[in-house]
């Protein structure tokens, strides 16, 4: 007699999961100062290292990042506030718009 294995899935218990779409009018999110400088100096980075793959060049750009000083990791810090402020400021016009379309929701 063969042994059963029982497992669950969405099929079996007769109820399926599908993941919520998207709003494309949403808003981005803020990047970190991190992602900044790594726009930055992605391209120097592979120039310097034609033969280095993608991971390769993401340990490369976080090992240049983390022997960087405060004063040299500044200008990143402060477009990453400037881009805080932006998402937030656009996050709150979307729940505004979003509110006011589609009334308020009870918790």
Known sequence: ??????????TQ???????AKKDPAAPKRPLSAYM??????????????????????????GAKWKEMSDSEKQPYLDM???D???ADAEKA??????VAAHGARRA
């Open 84 to 86: 805080k402020l932006r």
């Open 36 to 61: 900044f400088f790594s726009q930055d100096h992605r391209e120097k980075v592979k120039t310097e290292n034609p033969d280095a793959g993608f991971g390769d060049v993401g340990r490369l750009l």
């Open 1 to 10: 007699m063969a042994k059963e294995t029982k497992t669950k899935s969405s």
């Open 80 to 82: 990453a506030n400037r």
């Open 13 to 19: 218990t007769g109820k399926r999961t599908t993941k």
């Open 93 to 98: 016009a979307y729940n505004a718009r979003h």
